[in-house]
């Protein structure tokens, strides 16, 4: 299973989630299953996990077994609703992880990396018709901007839109290292890395709508939980962290606390304990984990 993902801040995760061994809990995020298995450990017979993931690939790993275990392969977008199809309406925690799976990562021909020559797709479902591709030939420089501008973390939207626009003149930006060509000589050398990354993340960011997704995400946690029941995030750049924070902190995604006519505050949720970051000896055995930011939240 380590082969496909190696679960991050799995021991403060499942700490987090408070679990009530007969409880139904929900693993937003499936991926190389190793969150879903630790909670699975924690679960009586009458318990019940249901995990989701658009990614067909993550499949190979739904081999648990458990009669208390479901898999759904579909967006966590749409989480009430498939709940409600198969007769769930309230749960007890929900969990997820939003990085990208290294299976992803790895797998070149997904497009997830700068590092390997490969058609430009970084769809999550492949089923999906917009992929990156798409958006690098067919967007607008505008549109271009904006992305790189709100996703990316980058001052230099606009030139790099400019330079995706030059190179698509004459020649489609169909593989990763055409668009590493197109827009490589912005960066310093010494940076290129980390901009390139953050460019991928913020392409990776529109195909795959990730912040709406989150923010339905969030929205429905807050009908779905339990009085007590635990909300676990872990995200890995500044927007999603951003979204989180804010709406468990302020009972939606603006920067102040949500208040009724009243002037009287409403929230959803009581924040449980600091955010937690992976500590050097996880680090150390799995990189990827060090941007990782958990935060905890209970439903009041």
Known sequence: MNSYHTPVLLGESIKGLNIKKNGIYIDATFGGGGHSKEILKNLSSKGRLVAFDRDYDALINNDFG????????????????FLKNIGIEKVHGIHADLGVSSHQIDSPERGFSYRFNSSLDMRMNKNNEVDASFIVNKYSKSMLTEIFNNYADLKIGKKISNEIQKYRTSKLIKSTFDLNDAIS??????????????????????????????????????????????????????????????????GDFNSEVTKDFYGNSILDFKIIGKLIRPKDAEIKINKRSRSAILRVAEKI
Do not use: W
Request: proline residues 1%.
């Open 66 to 81: 458990d009669s208390n275990f479901t898999f759904i392969n579909e967006n966590f977008e749409n989480l009430k609703k």
């Open 185 to 250: 000589h912005l960066f310093s050398k010494k940076f290129l890395n980390k901009n390139l990354s953050r460019v991928y993340q913020a392409i990776r960011i529109e195909v795959n709508q990730e912040l709406k997704s989150l923010k339905s995400l969030l929205k429905q946690s807050s009908e779905l939980l339990v009085p007590g029941g635990r909300l676990c995030i872990i995200s890995y750049h500044s927007l999603e962290d951003r979204m989180v924070k804010r709406f468990i902190k302020n």
